[in-house]
C-alpha cells in the first residue's frame, strides 16, 4: 500500500482518542468515581482502530470487557461513553452499567460481555440472523480475548459458524494474558490456528502495526462481507497496564513490560508521519483537539445526574 | 482470641484439610499463580502444596467443574473456586445433572465430596454480571448443600464440615466480608451443617438473615430496640441446605412475628421458602403477614444510587419492620 498521510493521521487521531479516554477514565477510578472495575485497554490501540475503519456503522458488533476502544470507534458518542463509566443518568445505557457493558443500539453495538466466552455463540445467532433476514450488506465484528478462547464454547460456535456459514469476523486481541496467567501456560495450540482446524479462514499480524491491521483487516472484511462465510484475525498485542484499573500486575516482568512500551503504537505512528514530513505542530493540533473533546467528555460527565431509581425497573 | 478475616479463616480451614489428607486439592482460575486467588483465600498455598494440590485452570468453568467431579468419583476432595459466584451459570449442567445426582442415581455406590466456592454479593459496583446472589436459585435442587457463612468464625467452622460433606456443597462467601475481622481459634473446629445461630437474641420479631445480610439486620435491630422499642432476634440460619427450621419456628412462637432479609432476589427467593413453610406449619402463632425484604427484582445494577434502591440496607429493614408494629 502507498504511503497516504491523510490516512496515518486517521490512525493517530483515533488511537489518541483512546489512549486519552482511558487515561481519563483512570483518573477516575483513581478518585474512587469508577464503582466497579474497569479494563483499560491502554497499549492495545491498534486493534480496535486498524480493524473498525474498516467497518461499516451498518455492520454489528459485540465487544469486550476491554472494550471502550471498539465502542468510541464503533461510533458511540464520547460523552456518553464517559457518562456510563462513572454511572451518570446520560451514559449510555442510563448510567445503569459502567465500563464493561456497553451497548449502543444506534450504531449497531449489540452489547459487552462481562462474562467471558459467553459472545461466540451469540455472535453465531446474529450470523444466522443476518443470513435469514438476507441482509447480505451486514456482517458482524465480533471482538474476544486470547483467554476466552479456552472456553468451550469458542470451539463450539466455530463449528456452527462453519456449517451455517455466518458472516462473522471474529477478532481476537491477543494482549498474551488472561488476567495473572500468561495464555501460552493455558493452551499449546496458538489461536488463530484453532479455527483452521474448522477450515475457518484464519490469520494473524502484529496488533501493534495499526497499518498492518488495517490492511490484513480489510482483506479479511472483504473476504466475510462478499463470500458470507466466518474469518478469524488473530492480534497480537499487549497491555501496557493492569488487567484492571488497581491490578499493579505483579506476574510480569519490568523488562517484558519495557519491551511492549517501545512497541507503542501511537508513538509508532507519529514516528511514520514524522518520517515522512508531516510537521510536528499538526501531529500537536490534532492532539489538542483531541484533549478538547475528552476534557469536555469528563466534565460532561462529571456534571451529570446520577440516575434514580423507579419501580418501572423491576422484571 | 485471635482476630483474622473471613478470607484469613477460609484459608485455614482448607489449608489443615490440606496438610492432613493429600486427598484436598483445589481447581480453579488465578488461585495459584497468576493472582492467587482474586479475593486472596488461596494465598500462599501454592508455594506450600504445589502444582499438583493447587490447579490453575484455563477460562473454562464447564470444565473445571466436570474435571472437580471426575476427579471426587476416584476419591478425591476437590474444593473448586468459581472466581465469581455469577460464572456458576457456566458450569450449570454439572451442578445441576451430573454433581447432585450422582448418590442418587448410582444408588449410593459412589458419592462425592466437593465443595464449590462462590464469592458472591454486591461489592460496590460490580454490576450485573459480577454481583449476584443466587442461594435460593440452588436450594431448589436435591442433592446439593448450601453453607453461607456470615462471619470468620463460621467460614472456618462450616469450610471443615463442607470438605468431608460427602455431597456437593454449594459455599457462598460474599465479597463484603472477605476483609471482615473476627474471633477464630486456632485449632480446627467443625460447625455441623442444619443447625441455625442466634445472631441475636430478642422478643418481638424474629429476623432471619444470612451471609452479608446478618451484619445489615443486626445494625437494624440495633436501631429498632434503641429509637423505636422494637426487640429482634436475628437468626442466621449458616447452611440454607439443610434448614435449620426448628430454630426458626422455636423463635417465632416466642414473637409471633417473622421477616426474613436477603440480598438474594424477591421472587422465589429464601424468605418464599421460609415464609411458605411457616405459614404452612405455624400460622396460628403469627400476629401478622410475614414480611420478605429481599433485592427487588432487577439485574444488580452498577451506581450506587441504583443499588441502594436494589439491594435491602439499615434503612429499609428499619422501615420494613416498623410497618409491621
Ligand atoms: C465466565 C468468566 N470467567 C472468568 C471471568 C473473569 N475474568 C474476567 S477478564 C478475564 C481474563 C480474560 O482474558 P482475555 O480473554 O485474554 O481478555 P483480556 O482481559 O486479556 O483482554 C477473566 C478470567 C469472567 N469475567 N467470566
Ligand atoms: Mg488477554
New binding site residues.
Partial sequence: MDYDQNLYLTFLEKMYLIRRFEQKVYEFAERGLVFGST?LEVGEEATAVGTLLNIKRSDYMIA???GHGQELLKGTDVNAMMAEMIGKATGICGGRVGSMHVTDASVNNLGAQ????ASFPISVGVGLALNLLGQKDKILISF?????TNQGNFYESLNMADIWKVPVFFVC?N?L???GTA?CSTCNIEIYKKATFFNIKSDYCDGNDVAAVYNKSKEIIDYVRTKRLPALLELKTY?TIG?SAFDKHPYRTKEEIEDWKKKDPIKRTEDILLKNGTPKEKIDKLKKRIDTTVDDAAAFAAQSPYPVYDDSLEQ | MREITYSEALREAIRSAMAKDDKVIMIG??IGQGYAGVFGVSKGLYDEFGPKRIIDTP?A?NSIMGAAIGASLLGFKPIVEV??AD?IA?CFDGILNQAAKVRFMSNGQYSLNLVVRLPGGEGSGTGP?HSQCLESLFMAIPGLKIANPSNPYDAKGLMSSAIYANDPVLFFEHKKLYKTKGDVPQEDYAIPFGKAGIARAGKDITIVAHSYMVSVALAAADELYEKHNIDAEVIDPKTLVPLDMQTIAESVKKTSRLAVVEETYLRAGVGSEIGSIVSERYMDWLDCPIKKIASRNVPIPMPASLVGEVIPDKKRVVKEIREMF
Avoid: K
Wanted: proline share 0%.
Fill in positions: 479494563h469486550t470487557h476491554r462481562g462474562i467471558i466466552g474476544f480475548g486470547d483467554g476466552a486481541v494482549n494474558y488472561g488476567m495464555y497491555r488487567h | 482460575e488465578e477460562i468453568e472466581m465469581f460464572f457456566v454480571h
